[in-house]
């Protein structure tokens, strides 16, 4: 039986093949004529996905608006990079970034979890900032400078290594990485569990009534989107050699709510295609002015007031309707249950 | 040293520092508070209008107004900006599914354009006007400088002319009725549509007044209101979201636990302190101290 949820998904996963195709041509081109700027550009839009991915997670399925998504991200980033410093793994490093993460975001979520609504968005804002100010002023974690000189490591599949260096390897590295975590989201959004996340942001109230815990429910997606931004951070010291306490600030939560207000609420992709057409957005207006928060701002807004499901909202049900004519059954049902909507969430 | 001393010394001075920037932050809060109460809107550019404030004072000033008249002239200068924010972003979004969520993104986005646009418009340095208030005065043996005393004063006549505004007049009672019920109001003849216009400018109002009277004390930055909105949407939460009384307590209690605080450990840890404080107080007491306005 396919419903409409179903046929979103694949018309979202159509999209992320496209992705996919995309990214590898500009790691063909890449490798090809020897560039490393676009594809270090290309591999840091896709860490900030991950975090976007995460928030996409929260507003889109739950309905909870997270404004400190950074927290995790940063706790990723800094745990990477401090084992890294002492032992220069990619797996223990992955490994140890989401074990941290994974706590933190139980914490976080027990606290969080509390309140809805305006009060989680402004909750979590105010988690993220206790965190960044605490890292801001802690000189064993080097306070407002951050730490640097992270090691270049090598990453190990079995025979085969890959060094993070290497611009190409790193950023099909991360691409994969980055894919498997949306693929393992949509995963879990098609199980029943994952119903149970949309059924909360349709209705709340009923949900319980159906025999289904919502604090469980809103608590494990919380986690799971905790995670999903602390794995993406844990790639950020591998990149760039160097975290800062600026990654957990407001900013870089803002960021990744913009760019899943752009790439479009509530489809998992957009938040991925947000983040690039962020980082896009970012230097074309950065070429001819440093002041590109006020076209950003300005597309912002547009798109939050007249384009709440964002880019892919806008291609994706012209795709599912290809796919309804493309199948055999002669229709698709014709109830219609609670669409995803940006902004539906119940205060 | 003595007890006494410690008293007279240490601990006074910091209270009436604190004091200073406890009205000072009630002022920012007050406006915020009062639009979160009436229209149930988060405004996330409350900090850019205060900033908005702080500027138009310095420009203006700098043309030679007068300071004493700037603490009219801004106000009444952000009221139309802040009813044009309102009909052209609020407005649109007001009726959403989920008013909270939107009205908070759109206010989020204005805020980074404001931002910017002040970054463009007076560079990204900061600048402090003169005091207007110079000097300073002996008080039982702590000497506070004359503007710190005038901000606590003129704060305190602000918060009591609002609340008398809300809750004594018939204007008062018109957006309190809005606010509770608005279908209702307006069959009584509320015209609903420019109370909502009407506060929110009122709101915006206040932040630029705030901006004015903070100028001279916290200097003029693009960035200002991003560092201040934080203090200011704890004081809102602990307070109550959308009650005067609320922010006017949570306000002065916030800032005198930074000001004590900062006596015992490094001052770089009195945020945490006070953050600590709105997070436990959304865990334990979500409601805040004091109920909503216009919901008894």
Redo the contacts between chains.
Sequence with gaps: MRDRLTLSMRASHLLALVFVAAALALAAIGAASGDTFYLRLGTEALIFAGLALSVDLLLGYSGALSLGQALYFGIGAYVSALTLLKVPSFWLAMAAAGGATLVASIFGGLIANRVRGVYFALITFGLAQVVAKVVYNTRELGASDGMIGIPVIDIGFGPVSVSAGNPVGFFLIVLAIIMGLYGLTAYLLDTPFGRVLTALKANEKRVPFLGYSVWRARMFSYVLAGLIAGLSGALYPMLRGFVSPELMFFATSGNAVISVILGGVGTLIGAIYGSVLLVLLKSIIGSWTEHHLIVIGLIFMVCVMFLPKGLVGFIRPRIEERLLTGAKEPAAPSFAPARLEAGSAKP | MNALDYLQFVLAPQVVNGLALGVAVVLVALGLTIIFGMLDV?NMSHGEFYAIGAYAALALGAAGINFWFLLVLVPVLMVPLGMAAERL?IR??FD???????T???T??????V???L??AFGPNTQRPLTPIPGATELAGIIVPNYRLFLIVVGAAIVSGVAYVVYRTRLGAMVRAAAFDRNMAASLGVPVALVYAGTFAFGVALAGLAGVLLAPIYSVFPTMG?DFI?LA??VV?VGG?GSIWGAVVAGLLLTQVQALASLVI?P??T??IV??T??AF??FR?QGLFGRLGHA
């Design positions: 988060i972003l649109p979004v959403s599914r989920d008013r909270h969520v939107t908070l993104l759109v989020f986005g204005l805020a980074l354009v931002e910017d646009l970054k463009v991003r934080l949407f704890t939460i979201m490094s770089v840890w945020d945490p953050f600590g709105m997070v959304l865990v979500p």
